[in-house]
Nanobody, 124 residues
Framework: VQLQASGGGLVQAGGSLRLSCAASGFSLDYYSIGWFRQAPGKEREGVSCISSAGVNTYSSDSVKGRFTVSRDNAKNTVYLQMNSLKPEDTAVYHC??????????????????WGKGTQVTVSS
């Protein structure tokens, strides 16, 4: 049972990346999924989150209008499309799942599963 985030890399400011969060060993159908990031010396923060049915989404003010979270339950995968990337978006990005119909985007909330992170580095 695990979550695996992938798709990170090095990109220039203004560029785009798409992160994927794939689940294995369990179905994401009943789980709200969140993308969180942690930069060096900073606390982990919720970036973009999506409800279990994909009806509701939330994005923090720092990424609103640039990042879009989506999910494909048939593929058991959640995505984070990141556009207009800025150097301050540089961080390790993790996905996490909590068994809930509602959005949970609080990094301190006891999530059921955390995935290993993927590094995103945005150069200026």
């Amino acid at each position: 049972v695990q979550l695996q985030a992938s798709g990170g890399g090095l990109v220039q400011a203004g560029g785009s990346l798409r992160l994927s969060c794939a689940a294995s060993g369990f179905s994401l159908d009943y789980y709200s999924i969140g993308w969180f990031r942690q930069a060096p010396g900073k606390e982990r923060e919720g970036v973009s989150c999506i409800s279990s049915a994909g009806v509701n989404t939330y994005s923090s003010d720092s990424v609103k209008g640039r990042f879009t979270v989506s999910r494909d339950n048939a593929k058991n995968t959640v995505y984070l499309q990141m556009n207009s990337l800025k150097p301050e978006d540089t961080a390790v990005y993790h996905c996490a799942a909590v068994r809930s119909a509602e959005i949970v985007c609080d990094a301190s909330f006891p999530m059921n599963y955390w995935g290993k992170g993927t590094q995103v580095t945005v150069s200026s």
